[in-house]
């Protein structure tokens, strides 16, 4: 494997296959086109044709449009051509930070093809023994990715939170960080990515924050997402992102950016250095 193996495999998708969503006349998501197909009985909610897919102009507020959508999707549910919900509200905006056009289930993201919001912290020590990066091993309980590696805490940003907010109450779930040291993490930009999966098309944006941590902390998970916090050597870190498949499959971007921020991965020691630079902040498709 490689670094760039990563990348690529989270930026494989054919639109071919979709068609544009559209929000009050901004394109805000890709519906595959079977699934527009289905969306087209429901003409009350939704105007479906050669352009693409639009929320109807009569459901005018964002309250309309999530209580319409969310009664086609429960129909799509029933029918087995979506998967049930898993009761975590996602907003839906064309940009990362705008306000909500509706509310979807985080199961129906990629279904419209939206831009869904995570944040990452990747918690650091630097130390007499150099560079270290705090690294979690998910509960085999979990949904997505169970046993896998991931960052010290991630979490997708819920509606009617903002990226800092959201960064704060999952310090405190994921490794009881309380809010004074939380409110000490710097932020440092996002990493984003567009796949193509069985549900639709998954298009993330992932904010990135860094917290340099006392060589004494010890993270305490509390809502049973971690079964265990290993404090590693950057390199180490690294080796196992380029030579496995151990981390969360969004995760080694954000170590990838935090390399290449702090002079990790230089032009002068990765070849590969232009194409993972550019490849950490893919443009929405």
């Not at 054919?14 to 595959?32: A, K, N």
């Not at 079977?34 to 352009?51: D, N």
């Amino acid at each position: 494997m490689s670094y760039l193996d990563h990348i690529r495999g989270l930026n494989r998708h054919d639109l071919s296959g979709f068609r544009p969503l559209f929000v009050g006349g901004q394109e805000t998501g890709w519906v595959r086109h079977g699934v527009a197909e289905r969306l087209a009985r429901f003409g009350s909610v939704f105007e479906v044709g050669a352009f693409g897919v639009a929320v109807r102009s009569v459901l005018a507020t964002p309250e309309e449009r999530t209580r319409a959508i969310d009664e086609v999707m429960a129909v799509l549910v029933e029918e087995g051509a979506v998967p049930p919900p898993r009761g975590e509200r996602y907003p839906v905006s064309p940009h990362l930070t705008g306000p909500a056009l509706f509310d979807v289930d985080r199961a129906h993201a990629p279904v419209f093809g939206i831009r869904t919001v995570g944040v990452h912290l990747n918690g650091f020590v630097n130390g007499a023994d150099g560079l270290q990066l705090w690294v979690a091993r998910r509960a085999t309980d979990r949904t997505v990715a169970p046993g896998k590696l991931d960052n010290l805490v991630a979490g997708g940003r819920p509606s009617g939170l903002a990226p800092r907010e959201t960064l704060r109450m999952e310090c405190e779930e994921e490794a009881g960080i309380g809010p004074e040291m939380a409110a000490r993490a710097t932020s440092a930009g996002f990493v984003s990515y567009g796949l193509e999966t069985d549900v639709g098309l998954k298009r993330d944006a992932l904010f990135v924050y860094d917290l340099d941590l006392p060589p004494d902390f010890e993270p305490r998970n509390t809502d049973g997402e971690i079964a265990a916090f290993m404090l590693w050597p950057v390199l180490k870190v690294l080796e196992t992102v380029r030579d496995t498949d151990d981390f969360k499959f969004n995760v080694p971007l954000v170590i990838l950016d935090f390399a290449v921020r702090h002079g990790i991965l230089t032009p002068e020691t990765e070849p590969d250095y232009e194409a993972l630079v550019y490849g950490l902040r893919r443009p929405p498709v």
